[in-house]
């Protein structure tokens, strides 16, 4: 049985916002990790994770459209 196809665009609706979100999330424990931190080791980590969530912000959820992208009728 096939997917109805509303309930899919929903899912994938869904699934693109959360990797949207959840990188704002990883953003902001990387700024409160930096902001607490008291060794260089400590503020490199947290600017290490602001910066892997800042591209993952960018690159993820664009990357799931383009995927999932509806192909052009012929």
Excluded: K, Q
């Amino acid at each position: 049985m096939t997917p109805d196809p509303d309930v899919l665009a929903r899912n994938r609706w869904f699934l693109i916002v959360l990797a949207r979100m959840v990188p704002v999330a990883g953003a902001l424990f990387g700024i409160v990790l930096l902001g607490r931190a008291i060794t260089l080791p400590d503020r490199i980590l947290g600017v290490a994770i602001v910066l892997s969530a800042l591209v993952v912000m960018a690159v993820l959820p664009r990357h799931l459209a383009h995927r999932w992208r509806t192909p052009p009728a012929e």
